[in-house]
């Protein structure tokens, strides 16, 4: 559980041998490669190999068509070779594409036709009652004639069209639409196709090959549609194929370009120099045998091995490496930011704080379960990190909820097994009792206080590590500040003992002179440094850090008494959970079964999600502002930069 050392590591060879170097490089899962740009500017005669992606257009076009086809998701085969014909390819994929594009063009085309055929059909249906020839209507020279459906409210508005020049008949009506026709003089087409437009007419064309009665046009359209389907059905054949029969070749040709873009992504992080070319990046230190043997068989490569911090352009990565227990919460630190390289991982100690937290918020052995079942189920079917701490903060809820005497709300339930393991009749903490409430808000703030105290305890460490003494001894959060803050909370708990150790020798020593120190970080800062104290003056010094030590202090008491909230979720926890049993004693029967289920449901969802945000505030604002920054660069493979 901490951050990975690291090493530096430069691979370096003739430039004959750079496809050969470059062919192993891609595939190393455990390298961290740093840009060619950080060097070439640094030293004369440095020049980066990068160059325009030859494949990046045909890459593009092989994308669309595939996307066109339906074959986005088809795997890519393992393919690798270097010598490949971009102009067969090219070929082949075009003629593939013009197949594709002239069958779709031919199955849209009859799709078309055969629902404007199955619309016609609908219309013929609707007026096979009337005894006329459809083709004397169609040869009409004056007078038009067009066919479709209007909704049935739009009917009713036609009487406000009374003195129009047309003329309506409907033929039979549905819920919705009423089949019908509308006639009008050639003059007056256009006035009054407007006019059915604005209401809704939908037209329904009747095809030109349609003759006869409307018995005998049913018959025509319904021949034509069988036909047109018949045909559909061939041409989605030959689509079917045509995809069966390229999906193996476009898997190769997905491989080889996935191939050759991912060599050519590679040389933005080599380095040439005359007739050498180098790649410089980062590695585990227990990886640094595997590298080397990876590159064994190239007897003309060199691998130069140095400490992670020996380049100065170069910051080291950081690589957490955390178990089974903290490693989901990686996600929570992600928010935040990286660790730097020299810094502090700060994952395990969120997983065990946050857990800690929530499991003391959300205390409830029914309910903690079924966090831990839901966590499991989106962890296995889902992949979710999520998924992965919910099983965990469910198991402090769990163990929070013996505590509680909580199961589902109900407070008597594990009386049995209190009294046969502890020899007492009921829960060992009732939290609604009016004689604990003040207890556990004193409670909440000393594990507010214990977990401040811990945090400055890590800031300390991380200072010292980093030679920072004037951070180290003065600052809020260093020595100072701990024995400050450290000396008024022992105060303030031996106080409500009943011990008053507040005397002028504890006062001036532990509380009075840390914070002087505090006030005077930076004078006594620059004194380490052998620097002036105060080079603009006392008074424009005093000013400034008089106002910011009334920051600090403000801050030792919100910091603090922020963990109230911890107690005060404890309460509603409970009190919501007592209103859902409440209500549950005032039904009986399937009613009460369903509002304890509702209300356990309504708990865990709203009262959950709140406890969760709630506990990662503290993490963020609490703790990681007194040891953690953020500053540092994540540990990633070329795969993973893309």
Same mark, same amino acid.
């Given at each position: 559980?901490?951050?990975?050392?690291?090493?530096?590591?430069?691979?370096?060879?003739?430039?004959?041998?750079?496809?050969?170097?470059?062919?192993?490089?891609?595939?190393?899962?455990?390298?961290?490669? %740093?840009?060619?740009?950080?060097?070439?500017?640094?030293?004369?005669?440095?020049?980066?190999?990068?160059? %325009?992606?030859?494949?990046?257009?045909?890459?593009?076009?092989?994308?669309?068509?595939?996307?066109?086809?339906?074959?986005?998701?088809?795997?890519?085969?393992?393919?690798?070779?270097?010598?490949?014909?971009?102009?067969?390819?090219?070929?082949?994929?075009?003629?593939?594409?013009?197949?594709?594009?002239?069958?779709?063009?031919?199955?849209?085309?009859?799709?078309?036709?055969?629902?404007?055929?199955?619309?016609?059909?609908?219309?013929?249906?609707?007026?096979?009652?009337?005894?006329?020839?459809?083709?004397?209507?169609?040869?009409?020279?004056?007078?038009?004639?067009?066919?479709?459906?209007?909704?049935?409210?739009?009917?009713?508005?036609?009487?406000?069209?009374?003195?129009?020049?047309?003329?309506?008949?409907?033929?039979?009506?549905?819920?919705?639409?009423?089949?019908?026709?509308?006639?009008?003089?050639?003059?007056?087409?256009?006035?009054?196709?407007?006019?059915?437009?604005?209401?809704?007419?939908?037209?329904?064309?009747?095809?030109?090959?349609?003759?006869?009665?409307?018995?005998?046009?049913?018959?025509?359209?319904?021949?034509?549609?069988?036909?047109?389907?018949?045909?559909?059905?061939?041409?989605?054949?030959?689509?079917?194929?045509?995809?069966?029969?390229?999906?193996?070749?476009?898997?190769?040709?997905?491989?080889?370009?996935?191939?050759?873009?991912?060599?050519?992504?590679?040389?933005?992080?080599?380095?040439?120099?005359?007739?050498?070319?180098?790649?410089?990046?980062?590695?585990?230190?227990?990886?640094?045998?595997?590298?080397?043997?990876?590159?064994?068989?190239?007897?003309?490569?060199?691998?130069?091995?140095?400490?992670?911090?020996?380049?100065?352009?170069?910051?080291?990565?950081?690589?957490?490496?955390?178990?089974?227990?903290?490693?989901?919460?990686?996600?929570?630190?992600?928010?935040?930011?990286?660790?730097?390289?020299?810094?502090?991982?700060?994952?395990?100690?969120?997983?065990?704080?946050?857990?800690?937290?929530?499991?003391?918020?959300?205390?409830?052995?029914?309910?903690?379960?079924?966090?831990?079942?839901?966590?499991?189920?989106?962890?296995?079917?889902?992949?979710?990190?999520?998924?992965?701490?919910?099983?965990?903060?469910?198991?402090?809820?769990?163990?929070?909820?013996?505590?509680?005497?909580?199961?589902?709300?109900? %407070?008597?339930?594990?009386?049995?097994?209190?009294?046969?393991?502890?020899?007492?009749?009921?829960?060992?903490?009732?939290?609604?009792?009016?004689?604990?409430?003040?207890?556990?808000?004193?409670?909440?703030?000393?594990?507010?206080?214990?977990?401040?105290?811990?945090?400055?305890?890590?800031?300390?460490?991380?200072?010292?590590?980093?030679?920072?003494?004037?951070?180290?001894?003065?600052?809020?959060?260093?020595?100072?500040?701990?024995?400050?803050?450290?000396?008024?909370?022992?105060?303030?708990?031996?106080?409500?003992?009943?011990?008053?150790?507040?005397?002028?020798?504890?006062?001036?020593?532990?509380?009075?002179?840390?914070?002087?120190?505090?006030?005077?970080?930076?004078?006594?800062?620059?004194?380490?440094?052998?620097?002036?104290?105060?080079?603009?003056?006392?008074?424009?010094?005093?000013?400034?850090?008089?106002?910011?030590?009334?920051?600090?202090?403000?801050?030792?008491?919100?910091?603090?008494?922020?963990?109230?909230?911890?107690?005060?979720?404890?309460?509603?926890?409970?009190?919501?959970?007592?209103?859902?049993?409440?209500?549950?004693?005032?039904?009986?029967?399937?009613?009460?079964?369903?509002?304890?289920?509702?209300?356990?449901?309504?708990?865990?969802?709203? %009262?959950?999600?709140?406890?969760?945000?709630?506990?990662?505030?503290?993490?963020?604002?609490?703790?990681?502002?007194?040891?953690?920054?953020?500053?540092?660069?994540?540990?990633?493979?070329?795969?993973?930069?893309?």
């Amino acid at each position: 559980m901490a951050i990975a050392k690291m090493k530096l590591i430069t691979i370096s060879a003739e430039k004959e041998h750079l496809l050969d170097v470059l062919q192993k490089f891609i595939d190393l899962d455990y390298f961290h490669p %740093e840009p060619a740009s950080k060097f070439i500017d640094s030293v004369h005669g440095l020049s980066s190999m990068d160059e %325009e992606n030859p494949v990046a257009e045909l890459s593009a076009r092989f994308q669309e068509i595939c996307s066109d086809m339906g074959l986005e998701a088809l795997e890519a085969a393992d393919v690798r070779r270097r010598d490949y014909d971009m102009q067969r390819i090219r070929d082949y994929i075009e003629k593939i594409d013009q197949k594709y594009g002239n069958a779709v063009s031919v199955k849209k085309d009859l799709q078309t036709v055969i629902q404007e055929n199955e619309d016609a059909l609908v219309q013929v249906r609707n007026i096979e009652s009337i005894d006329l020839n459809l083709d004397g209507l169609f040869e009409c020279r004056y007078i038009k004639i067009r066919f479709g459906r209007l909704p049935l409210d739009s009917v009713k508005k036609l009487q406000y069209y009374r003195n129009r020049p047309f003329v309506f008949k409907s033929f039979s009506q549905d819920d919705t639409y009423s089949w019908c026709l509308y006639m009008t003089t050639q003059k007056y087409e256009g006035d009054v196709d407007n006019m059915f437009s604005s209401l809704y007419f939908e037209r329904i064309r009747i095809p030109e090959f349609v003759h006869g009665t409307p018995e005998k046009a049913q018959e025509t359209l319904q021949d034509e549609i069988d036909s047109d389907r018949r045909q559909l059905q061939h041409v989605e054949e030959v689509i079917a194929s045509l995809k069966a029969e390229c999906s193996e070749n476009f898997a190769k040709i997905r491989g080889e370009l996935n191939f050759l873009n991912r060599m050519h992504s590679a040389r933005k992080y080599v380095v040439g120099l005359g007739e050498r070319f180098s790649i410089t990046g980062f590695i585990d230190a227990a990886d640094v045998e595997r590298l080397k043997d990876t590159f064994s068989e190239l007897k003309e490569v060199e691998i130069e091995v140095r400490l992670a911090h020996s380049d100065k352009r170069l910051d080291p990565p950081t690589k957490l490496k955390n178990g089974w227990f903290a490693r989901p919460f990686l996600m929570f630190v992600e928010m935040y930011g990286i660790p730097d390289y020299d810094g502090i991982d700060p994952v395990p100690i969120v997983a065990l704080t946050y857990s800690l937290l929530f499991g003391i918020m959300f205390g409830d052995v029914g309910q903690g379960i079924v966090v831990i079942l839901a966590g499991l189920l989106l962890s296995k079917w889902k992949g979710m990190k999520l998924g992965e701490v919910m099983m965990r903060i469910g198991i402090f809820s769990t163990i929070f909820g013996f505590v509680f005497g909580s199961v589902f709300g109900n %407070e008597t339930m594990l009386d049995p097994l209190y009294h046969a393991l502890l020899g007492i009749d009921g829960r060992p903490i009732n939290v609604m009792s009016s004689d604990f409430i003040l207890v556990l808000l004193m409670i909440a703030v000393g594990i507010g206080a214990v977990l401040n105290l811990f945090c400055m305890v890590l800031n300390m460490r991380l200072q010292l590590r980093r030679k920072n003494m004037g951070e180290f001894l003065f600052s809020q959060n260093g020595a100072a500040g701990f024995i400050f803050y450290g000396s008024v909370v022992a105060a303030a708990a031996l106080f409500v003992a009943g011990i008053n150790v507040l005397n002028p020798i504890y006062i001036v020593i532990l509380i009075v002179l840390p914070l002087l120190c505090v006030f005077l970080k930076e004078p006594l800062t620059r004194k380490l440094h052998k620097e002036a104290m105060f080079p603009e003056g006392f008074g424009a010094f005093f000013m400034e850090g008089f106002f910011e030590l009334f920051e600090v202090c403000l801050s030792y008491v919100t910091n603090t008494i922020s963990y109230l909230r911890v107690g005060g979720f404890v309460l509603s926890h409970a009190g919501m959970m007592m209103a859902v049993t409440m209500i549950m004693g005032m039904c009986s029967g399937v009613a009460a079964a369903a509002v304890g289920i509702f209300g356990n449901v309504l708990v865990m969802c709203l %009262e959950g999600l709140v406890v969760g945000i709630q506990a990662l505030r503290l993490e963020f604002y609490e703790m990681f502002s007194r040891y953690f920054e953020g500053n540092g660069t994540a540990f990633r493979t070329m795969e993973q930069i893309g």
